[in-house]
């Protein structure tokens, strides 16, 4: 069975960074189109930054580009989202998110994901 769990959240303050990693089981992440997304209290779920299976080829959302990366360790079967110059609009439940279907581009649609990790909470605060 497919498992994804994630770690590294924390409290950190603004300006600060942390990274956030994504360790799989029962599937191979190198194969698999990789998503971060994140959920604030009262909002819908929002795509963060994707990473494509073949390429490694990565998109970000516009309010996080240029401060977060992407990136994936095939060794380790592990995604992580290195989070720099955090400012406190970051605050969320950070999620990763495997698609084992799509072959072509990077989906930004939570629904196009059907493996999910539990959630890692990210808060940014002074």
């Known amino acids: 069975q497919v498992q994804l769990v994630e770690s590294g959240g924390g409290l950190v303050q603004p300006g600060g960074s942390l990274r956030l990693s994504c360790a799989a089981s029962?599937?191979?992440?190198?194969?698999?189109?990789m998503g971060w997304f994140r959920q604030a209290p009262g909002k819908e779920r929002e795509f963060v930054a994707g990473i494509s299976g073949i390429g490694g080829r990565q998109i970000y959302a516009n309010s996080v580009r240029g401060r977060f990366t992407i990136s994936r360790d095939n060794t380790k079967n592990t995604v992580y989202l290195q989070m720099s110059s955090l400012e406190p609009e970051d605050t969320a439940v950070y999620y990763c998110?495997?698609?084992?279907?799509?072959?072509?581009?990077?989906?930004?649609?939570?629904?196009?994901?059907?493996?999910w990790g539990q959630g890692t909470q990210v808060t940014v605060s002074s």
């Open positions: 029962g599937v191979t992440l190198s194969t698999h189109v």
């Open positions: 998110a495997a698609d084992p279907k799509t072959r072509v581009g990077i989906p930004t649609a939570p629904g196009t994901y059907d493996y």
